[in-house]
């Protein structure tokens, strides 16, 4: 199933000049809602930079909106552009896990972004962001900035192993702190069902000192609550994902958002950089790539915040 | 303990331009053995691909022999060179664990090889083989090649959590094969005692179909007693790292030495690469990248042939 990275000759007619040049393909999802739009942002972003960088190398970049249209991008990609690499963000992963492996079977270098697929060992690369990492991070800062007895509420994403990885991560770190966990509840990653929850534990719980919200979406949602409540004064909210509004709201050092938990939809762009490479630089490039979250402060916001992004 | 890579810069006097060439440090053993040997031949062959590709970029590579040497080497590389990113393969763990926390804390990025460190999270890229990977890999080839019924044995290295993974893998590999593991014993990594073990394996068993050695150099021991008491014609050996000697035997087609398992001392290479791309590239490369170990065959064995390389 390995392919190895090695630049492919193709002898056009008798006399022609083997091509040197290589394609790389990348198929993401299209830019629906907030992280898939600047998963697009730097994909576009990192494609113009290598372009840039390896005049010989060719990119095709396409979206998608559901995963029957993922197969064809894929299958078109292979047979009119004759691909060396791929770089997939599977839609979903059981109807890619086939098409996938064929391309994989076919000798394309295959790299997987983020959302595995339904069997293991097909992909030559996977990428991902850590899930235990994202909830053990913002855990860590609770654990650090809140006194022994301060009183917490969790909001999660929708059931899923994701949200288990998020929360065990939280927990464990809290672990020994004295922080106490109020509430806890499914929040969905949705704005509406945040906004929802929020008001009901705020209308519960006299005393709420900070909300983990296990995604900017949720975030959004329970700060408006807060805020409609007048409460804004007495607890602060952290999200993660790194959405643009809250890495501003961190740069101005706003109180009641003091630091963000990177699941950075970037990392398309160190899994192409890291196809490239193994394109490029004959260092072994097989494997998982497990991308930390990182703490989004004050002092490091800057590095977070991206203008022309739409997330 | 996460550092961010950005480009410091210093400002050398009132009128000075601000100095914007970054530094790259790399300390790794020296040459004392096979495997260290081709470590320094890629450490050396990707700075040289690296300076040219990177003009602004400085470059400082030290190799040591034993862990004082190489706290010092470290504490030189951050007083006098002013390093903003470390590559570092620890020769011991513990007594440079401390020492590259402390190059952590000041904010310089850390990359660490292959041997982890004592604690933690103290770097923010961690870059190694996959030791599971790579008992699994040539386990498959066993169970995929061998009959029901057939004979194996087994050459482990010294008793450590590396040897255990690579067990554990190759004897997973095996299961519901109907392979038979003759036996299995601890070569320890060494040539001499895998002689001794093969030999008195082979006056034991009058049937051995194929060896798997945990490493190439128990290989050649293991090679050297068949090859002794004749029975070359009977079995084949598995070794495993990539040894030039071996990937050699492969790309002729060796019945003997019918394929191998990476286990890449280029992943200093991966190491370097990755840790500049984090410079230069702007995309997250902070997290653990687990390299995938692959099947050396006659097939693609001139992809992991290096003429130039000791090993």
């Known amino acids: 199933m390995k392919a190895t990275l090695v630049a492919t000759t193709a002898l056009l007619g008798l006399t022609a000049v083997p091509a040197l040049s290589q394609t790389v393909g990348i198929s993401i999802p299209a830019a629906t809602h907030g992280w898939a739009g ?7 972003r990192t494609v113009a930079r290598l372009a840039e960088a390896n005049p010989d190398m060719e990119f095709v970049l396409t979206t998608t909106s559901d995963p029957g249209q993922q197969v064809s991008d894929l299958e078109d990609m292979v047979a009119t552009r004759g691909i060396d690499a791929l770089v ?4 979903e992963s059981e109807p890619l896990t086939g098409p ?15 959302r595995g697929l339904a069997q293991e ?15 053990r991070t913002a855990g860590q800062y609770f654990a650090e900035t809140l006194d022994e007895g301060a009183q917490v509420v969790v909001m999660r994403g929708i059931a899923s192993t994701v949200d288990n990885e998020r929360v065990a991560g939280f927990e464990a770190a809290l672990e020994g702190s004295g922080v106490e966990v109020a509430a806890m509840d499914h ?8 906004f929802n929850l929020m008001q009901d534990w705020l209308s519960r719980f006299p005393e709420i000192d900070a909300v983990w919200a296990a995604d900017d979406d949720m975030a959004v949602g329970a700060l408006a609550a807060i805020d409609q409540a007048g409460r804004t004064g007495e607890m602060f909210v ?8 809250m890495v501003d709201r961190i740069r101005n050092s706003d109180p009641i958002v003091p630091v963000n938990v990177t699941y950075p939809p970037s990392m398309i762009s160190t899994a192409i950089e890291m196809t490239v490479l193994g394109l490029t630089a004959g260092a072994p490039m097989s494997g998982d790539f497990i991308i930390a979250s990182e703490l989004i402060t004050p002092e490091n916001a800057e590095n977070f915040y991206f203008e022309d992004s739409p997330y």
């Open 38 to 44: 600047a998963l697009n942002f730097h994909a576009e």
């Open 88 to 91: 997939v963000l599977p839609f």
């Open 100 to 114: 996938i492996a064929r391309i994989a079977d076919s000798g394309v270098w295959v790299t997987v972004v983020d």
């Open 121 to 135: 060992g097909i992909e030559d690369l996977y990428v991902a962001g850590d899930n235990d990492s994202f909830g």
């Open 187 to 194: 929040g969905n990653w949705n704005r509406d069902t945040a």
């Open 238 to 245: 952290v999200g993660g994902a790194g959405m643009k509004e």
